[in-house]
Structure formats: C-alpha cells, structure tokens
Nanobody, 118 residues
Framework: QVQLVESGGGLVQAGGSLRLSCAAS????????MNWYRQAPGKQRELVAG???????NYADSVKGRFTISRDNAKNTVYLQMNSLKPEDTAVYYC????????????WGRGTQVTVSS
C-alpha cells in the first residue's frame, strides 16, 4: 500500500504564496502519476494539477499561470507552488498517487488546509 502525507498549508493573504509538499512511501511503482486535488466547503473535489513520472504536467484553467507542480523522484515527493493566491483558492488540498496497474483512483492523503484571506 501507499502512504501519502501532505504539509505546507496555512493562512495567507490574497496575493501571497504557499508551497505544499506531499511525501509518498510504500508500494510505489516507477511509472506513476501524482496529482493535487482540492475541495472547498460545499463543493465537489476538483483536480488542480498533475504530473507524470517523466515530468509532464497539466493544470486546471483556474490555476494555470499561478500554480506550479513539480516532483522529486528520488524523494518520492510532489510539490505545489502556489503564487498570487486568491480567496477562491481556499480549500483542503489533497495529494493523490496513481500507480501503474493500481486500483482505480489510486491512493490519497488526508489533506492540508489552505486559507486565503481577502
């Protein structure tokens, strides 16, 4: 099994920055995708950004140009650098890892709270 632990959330003023980290351990295949999702109160969970083992990235339109996802394969860690934060970015942010041949949906962390004040 895979264990994921997020860190780096907190309270920040609009226009500020945060960097989230997610450390993975356990049964990690080389070929995997790591994603960041977020869920605001009363809203559905949505994909924020994803990155393949080779470094190919994708972003939600709402964060493109402001957020950057990256990974350190040696450390089995994925990062989300969040700049120019807006109150609409307030949510619990979750790390997700999908191994090659994994069960649908992959593994999930417990989340880290990001709050952006106006």
């Amino acid at each position: 099994q895979v264990q994921l632990v997020e860190s780096g959330g907190g309270l920040v003023q609009a226009g500020g920055s945060l960097r989230l980290s997610c450390a993975a351990s356990g049964s990690i295949f080389r070929i995997n995708v790591m994603n960041w999702y977020r869920q605001a109160p009363g809203k559905q969970r949505e994909l924020v950004a994803g990155i393949t083992f080779g470094g190919t990235t994708n972003y939600a339109d709402s964060v493109k140009g402001r957020f950057t996802i990256s990974r350190d394969n040696a450390k089995n860690t994925v990062y989300l650098q969040m700049n120019s934060l807006k109150p609409e970015d307030t949510a619990v942010y979750y790390c997700n890892l999908v191994n090659l041949y994994s069960d649908p949906g992959g593994s999930w962390g417990r989340g880290t709270q990001v709050t952006v004040s106006s």
